[in-house]
């Protein structure tokens, strides 16, 4: 049972990062990088490792994803200072 | 476990493919940030051992059986600053991609050709 | 073309070498040598519930400080690559919703609390100074958002991460005077196995941690954010 869920979560991590790499839109894909770490966390908890899944759960899908927008928005802003 | 070793394992090639297929530099750091993870689960992963519970000790788990109880805590140790340290790495390659954008007004890895030999 | 190829190339010598990982490797049936080590003496020596952490903070602490050390040169870094040259007022801020404020308004306090408890109870339940030090960030983060126009003092930033980053190597020190050796824990009173005031220095050393770690990550992201000089 547990090894079926495992699966699945896999596929979509597996189907979200293919797509992260190939989405043509920029913000998508880096949600997509979010929802692959925020999917890990889940995994970890099946791992017995509690304590990974709070770190990745909080860095890796909340915090990445947040420092990944501002060098967005960076990047916007000198595009139309130019 | 071995199907999270698989996905970890999955999850590195697509991440390098990323790296090394994709031309805009954010593109390739979101292929490195995917990699990580990759590796991360697999560490952890390796640590696992069927049927155990998490490495703390509470009534559930006393001291006496925790050998035979627990899970290896080092790579969970291990994979916990290596996260921390993934998001600082990533941070501080983002900040030389906005930086290299103000230099050239573009994010395009073939834009840049001082460094090609 | 031949970058094509080379690419399949390069990912094709990738599988060959991580390959062995999946096949070759069988699943271990017991704990390995070092961890026998560390589940078995771990809790009568140092009396830490948590495994993870006795062997982050005292075991492997000498690894900890280090990845602390590398957290801040990166944190440096950012700072360094986008440090604002010329003022310029940010274009068009808009003021946060009615909802978003609200939100934070009542979730900033339980978030922050949050945080304190993962950090003082790494000894004894998941979570500790890393994952507590994410989450006060993180809630600087939500205050951030909620407040377009609020700024985060540098002063009270820097003071932080470099006393926090002082006591610490302090610790160790004292640990190598008062104990076996450098970021031993054992010369606090080891107390009762499970409660709170307990297991040595190990919640005072990964409190430490969190602050410094809270601390660099609010500084990388708001340096990242582009924050007021």
Redesign the interface.
């Known amino acids: 049972m547990i ?1 079926v869920f ?2 699945v ?2 596929m979509l ?2 189907a979200a ?2 797509l ?2 190939h989405q043509k839109h ?1 913000l998508s ?2 949600i997509l ?1 979010g929802v ?2 925020l999917l ?1 966390s889940v ?2 908890i ?11 759960a ?3 899908s ?3 994803t ?3 927008l ?3 928005k ?2 916007r ?4 200072h ?1 | 476990m071995i199907y999270v070793s698989i996905i970890g394992f999955a999850l590195i090639i697509i991440g390098l493919y990323g790296m090394l297929t994709r031309r805009n530099i954010i593109r390739i750091i979101i292929g490195f940030s995917i990699a990580d993870t990759g590796i991360h689960l697999m560490m952890v992963s390796i640590g696992y051992l069927k049927g155990r519970t998490a490495p703390i000790l509470d009534k559930a788990v006393d001291q006496a059986d925790a050998l035979q109880r627990v899970v290896d805590p080092v790579p969970s140790a291990l994979v916990l600053t290596a996260i921390v340290i993934g998001l600082a790495v990533t941070a501080l390659m983002l900040a030389y991609a906005v930086r290299l954008h103000e230099a050239k007004g573009s994010l395009d890895i073939h834009d840049f050709k001082e460094l090609k030999w | 073309m031949i970058r094509k190829y080379a690419v399949i190339l390069i990912l094709g010598l990738f599988v060959l070498m991580l390959l062995p990982l999946l096949t070759e490797l069988t699943p271990f049936q017991e704990l390995s040598p070092v961890a026998q080590k560390y589940a078995g003496e771990g809790p009568d020596a140092l009396g830490s519930a948590n495994l993870v952490t006795s062997v982050v903070v005292t075991y492997r602490g000498m690894d900890t400080l280090g990845e602390v050390a590398v957290l801040f040169a990166a944190a440096a870094g950012v700072g360094f690559f986008l440090r604002r040259k010329e003022k310029r007022p940010a274009p068009g801020k808009r003021e946060a919703s009615a909802l978003l404020k609200t939100g934070t308004a009542f979730l900033l306090p339980l978030i922050l609390l949050v945080g304190v408890f993962v950090f003082t109870h790494g000894h004894l339940t998941p979570g500790g100074g890393f994952q507590g030090g994410v989450l006060i960030a993180s809630a600087v983060v939500l205050f951030l958002f909620a407040n377009r126009s609020a700024s985060v003092s540098r002063t009270i930033l820097q003071w932080t991460e470099s006393l926090s980053g002082v006591f610490y190597v302090a610790m160790g020190a004292l640990g190598l005077l008062l104990a076996a050796g450098f970021l031993d824990s054992r010369f606090l009173p080891p107390g009762e196995f499970g409660k709170l005031f307990s297991a040595g220095a190990i919640p005072v050393i990964y409190s430490l941690i969190g602050l410094k770690v809270g601390s660099e990550l609010v500084g990388i992201i708001d340096n990242m954010r582009g924050g007021a000089e």
């Open positions: 090894s495992i699966i979560t896999g991590m597996i990062g293919v992260a790499v920029l894909a880096v990088a692959i770490s890990a995994l970890y099946v791992l017995a490792a509690p304590d990974v899944a709070m770190t990745e909080a860095i890796g909340a915090l990445t947040i420092v990944f501002f060098a967005l960076k990047i802003e000198q595009d139309k130019d």
